[in-house]
């Protein structure tokens, strides 16, 4: 799991609000607070290694696949989650069985202006076991990560977590959050997003980040 992506994640989010980040206690403490512990606990869960315990049973998720049942005890479980650090939840469903799974936390100052940390949740392949431990439990329990240790603080803007379903389909949930987002005019300052950050093919330990240059994508990881 590479911590370095994880990092510039909390030192982005906080550097909305306090300016000098790199030397700022409360983001040195946030950053110390990232556990790697938590972090494989999230994976075990998302992967069928331990059992979930959730609404509609005590299960364990051996596929997030689309239409799989891991993929709905998934929303459900990635939904308890979420409640458990104090975030408003609901489940955004789309398309035939499809369902993102959103917290917010609502900012103090700019509550209608958004950071969005996300990840896809479903994997694949479609039939059989599709644990999806890399693609993408490990942006998964990243988001949850960031969730447990960011919902103690109060932020200048909302920050939405937000876990995509059916982005092996072809990125179908983040594609209806963008649509419903925009027909909604919502104010997206920023988005974060987390796919196979446990991979790395060239064991350089080194994380990428990736930009484009569309709004401010590029000026992003700068600021
Ligand atoms: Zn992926």
New binding site residues.
């Given amino acids: 799991m590479k911590k370095i992506t994880f990092y510039f994640i909390l030192i982005f989010v906080v550097r909305s609000q306090i300016i000098i980040a790199q030397i700022d206690p409360t983001v040195t403490a946030i950053i110390n607070s990232v556990s790697i512990d938590s972090l494989y606990e999230n994976l075990n869960y998302l992967t069928g290694e331990k059992s979930v315990v959730i609404p509609s049973g005590t299960q364990f998720i051996f596929s997030r696949a689309y239409s799989n049942p891991g993929n709905f005890a998934a929303e459900e479980y990635l939904q308890l989650r979420l409640r458990r650090y104090g975030l408003e939840t609901s489940l955004q469903t789309f398309d035939a069985g499809g369902g993102n799974v959103i917290g917010i936390q609502r900012g103090i100052k700019r509550p209608n202006q958004k950071i969005i940390i996300c990840a896809?949740f479903d994997s694949r392949p479609y039939t059989g076991s599709a644990p999806g431990a890399d693609?993408?439990g490990s942006?998964t329990s990243a988001v949850l990560e960031a969730a447990r240790i960011l919902s103690k603080f109060q932020t200048d803007y909302s920050i939405v977590y937000a876990l995509w379903d059916n982005?092996?389909t072809g990125l179908n949930g983040s594609s209806f959050y963008a649509q419903q987002a925009f027909s909604n005019k919502d104010s997206i300052v920023a988005v974060i997003n987390m796919?196979?950050i446990a991979w790395d093919s060239d064991s350089d330990n080194l994380a990428e980040i990736h930009t484009r240059d569309v709004q401010n994508s590029i000026r992003l990881p700068e600021r």
């Fill in positions: 896809h693609d993408n942006g982005e092996e796919d196979m």
